[in-house]
């Protein structure tokens, strides 16, 4: 068994390591790009099943199998407009549960030691080299991490002009890395007894998202605030971690000049070019809902290409691609741990899950973040922990 916690907590070192930090790569042009995870799905499946007998399950696994089941049905329905691609969908949710059942398995206080904090000082480092383009770096995230237009406009507003940097890191994008940075910065979130330098790594991640320059980032942050009052956890002063918070943004707006952020703040936002953008494609796509509304289109991919389309939203992509009936199972996945966190919301574990999970939740209303391949797998790595943790207490 010992032998089997050591390997368990290489690969999910490997795992995290890779998705974080590799680019992704395509073996055929006509299949879809690959990350690092995707050669150590395999090896990870067989030392899992190696394992199997003594690996606890979960009624999430339920959940998750019911959506695969859903992808496929929808797939099959609209087998006209649907082809080989959009079965990836199905690969992409089982990597999700094989990294759940992996980090089920492992010690968090040992991983969040040895490989949490390494990992994000790394990070930290990388996003600054690219916010600063040190090195001209940024020609590397453009050819290599997915950079594309967003490193063709990177501080530069839409007519070509000097503007805001919004950083976009190793994900690509800067929506997708302010949500890499509110992972670390749940788990870094300042507890009752935090000593300085707990807080200064949670002063670090928050710096690192307000320079992601991410409206709905921000968002999320002032969410889980909330619900940090609402809730009267007995976490940092709350006065104080608000004091933080500002003084943080403060800095960061005097290295970057947050004009971005100050649409924020714009009694006209609704009327932006980015929210009305949003607005058509839902209203678009809400029609569409309409007219299949039980099992919905499929993945079809197709649609979305050709007619360069983006979702703006994770509840209204799922619920074109999958139905009424996908949307309510795809809730069972991604907040039926929550609620067992909430039923127990007294442990650390469970408290960083309910935090991202509040994450995920909000960002998901104006972005599809569990459509990027890092974001399934970081909430697969929270809900891992999380499972390990609730195994830990009914052992007990």
């Known amino acids: 068994m010992i032998k089997f916690q050591r390997i368990n907590t290489i690969l999910a070192g490997l795992v995290f390591i890779s998705i974080l930090l590799f680019p992704q790569f395509k073996v055929v042009e006509s299949l879809p790009y690959f990350q690092f995870i995707d050669v150590l799905i395999p090896l990870i499946g067989l030392v899992l099943f190696l394992q199997r007998k003594t690996i606890v399950y979960s009624k999430f696994y339920l959940w998750v199998i019911a959506f695969g089941l859903i992808i496929i049905i929808s797939n099959l329905i609209n087998y006209e407009n649907n082809h080989s691609r959009d079965y990836f969908e199905v690969y992409k949710l089982f990597k999700y549960g094989i990294v759940v059942v992996l980090f089920s398995t492992i010690n968090f206080e040992i991983f969040f030691k040895y490989l949490v904090k390494p990992v994000f000082l ?14 001209n770096f940024n020609e590397v995230i453009k050819e290599y991490y997915n950079g594309g237009i967003h ?17 976009l890191g190793l994900a690509g994008n800067p929506n997708i890395n302010s949500i890499v940075f509110l992972f670390f910065l749940t788990l870094f979130f300042p507890l009752k007894n935090s000593s300085r330098s707990t807080i200064s790594w949670f002063v670090v991640a928050l710096f690192m998202l307000f320079l992601c320059q991410s409206r709905t980032g921000i968002l999320a942050l002032a969410a889980i605030v909330v619900y940090v009052f609402v809730s009267q956890q007995s976490l940092y002063k709350y006065y104080t971690l608000l004091g933080i918070i500002a003084v943080t943004f403060l800095l960061s707006f005097l290295l970057s000049q947050n004009s971005y952020l100050n649409t924020m703040f714009d009694k006209d936002l609704l009327k932006n070019n980015s929210m009305m953008g949003r607005y058509e494609v839902w209203k678009h796509l809400a029609a569409m809902i309409i007219e299949k509304p039980i099992f919905g289109y499929g ?5 979305f290409y050709e007619r360069n389309l983006h979702a703006e939203s994770q509840y209204i992509l799922v619920a074109w691609r999958y139905g009424i009936v996908g949307l309510i199972v795809f809730f069972g996945v991604i ?22 999970t509040i994450c995920i939740g909000v960002c998901s209303i104006t972005n599809a973040p569990l459509a990027d391949r890092t974001i399934s797998i970081l909430f697969g790595i929270m809900i891992g922990f999380f499972l390990k943790q609730k195994l830990t207490i009914n052992n007990e």
């Open 335 to 356: 907040f039926q741990p929550v609620i067992l966190a909430l039923k127990n919301k007294k442990t650390i574990i469970s408290l960083f899950l309910i935090l991202f």
């Open 122 to 135: 790394v990070l930290v480092g990388v996003n600054l080299i690219h916010y600063f383009n040190v090195f």
């Open 299 to 303: 993945g079809y991919k197709q649609y």
């Open 151 to 167: 490193i063709d406009l990177f501080g530069l507003d839409s007519k070509g002009n000097v503007g805001t940097k919004r950083m």
